[in-house]
């Protein structure tokens, strides 16, 4: 068992903690690596918007908006190596992912603050390249994308549904405008450098 450190990109900048398994049995090159991650967002979408989507169309406050977002990921993956040689190993890898997503929007002057929040899951694709410096550290670089299956979004008690069977929305407003306000991930890169000790 390894436990790793480590950061990147993944709809933010955030960081991770892994627990992997390299290889499961000698005679099959599988590893299974679990991980823990939060990423920041300093702009989670449009403020102006999202306040029409979600609460009203007022313009009350000044043009302070405090603003922020994070998806905190839990992702469990499958890699297979394909190639090691020099000390580079290869690996391709699947995997599921579960997000929990939240934008916060504080319109200062305005009284108005909320959160949007979201919790899909998804899956993902990708490759890790690992060299090991020693017998006890791997050093690993994970390269993939993942796509997200849409989910309910929700803030200040309206609820936006993928099927259109919305709570309380505002207006005419759709899921694909909930969708469209907010920075929740869909398709979404995923670049990580991790450091994994032995256990």
């Known amino acids: 068992m ?11 900048l955030g960081g991770n903690v892994e627990i992997s398994w390299f290889n499961v049995a000698r005679s099959v090159p599988l590893g299974i690596h679990f991980s823990l991650g ?13 306040r029409k989507v979600f609460i009203n169309d007022g313009t009350a406050g000044n043009d302070n908006i405090l603003e ?12 297979y190596q394909v190639h ?17 997503y939240l934008a916060h929007f504080d319109y200062q002057g305005g009284n108005e603050a ?17 060299i090991s ?9 994970v ?13 200040h008690g309206t609820f936006y549904n993928p099927d259109g069977q ?5 207006q005419d407003y759709t899921y694909t405008d909930a969708d469209n306000v907010i920075e929740q991930p869909t398709w979404s890169g995923r670049f990580t450098l991790t450091l994994s000790f032995k256990l």
């Open 2 to 12: 390894w436990l790793g450190l480590g950061g990147g990109y993944s709809n933010g």
């Open 38 to 50: 939060y990423f920041h967002q300093d702009e989670p979408g449009n403020a102006i918007e999202a």
């Open 68 to 79: 922020y977002g994070y998806n905190i990921f839990f992702r469990l993956d499958f890699s």
């Open 84 to 100: 090691r040689k020099k000390g580079l190993t290869i690996a391709p890898y699947l995997g599921v992912v579960h997000d929990r």
């Open 114 to 130: 909320f959160d949007v929040t979201n919790n899909p899951w998804g899956i993902g694709a990708g490759a890790r390249f690992s």
């Open 133 to 141: 410096p020693s017998r006890k550290l791997i050093l690993s670089l």
């Open 143 to 155: 390269l993939g994308a993942e796509y997200f299956f849409p989910s309910q979004i929700k803030a």
């Open 166 to 170: 919305d709570d309380s929305p505002r």
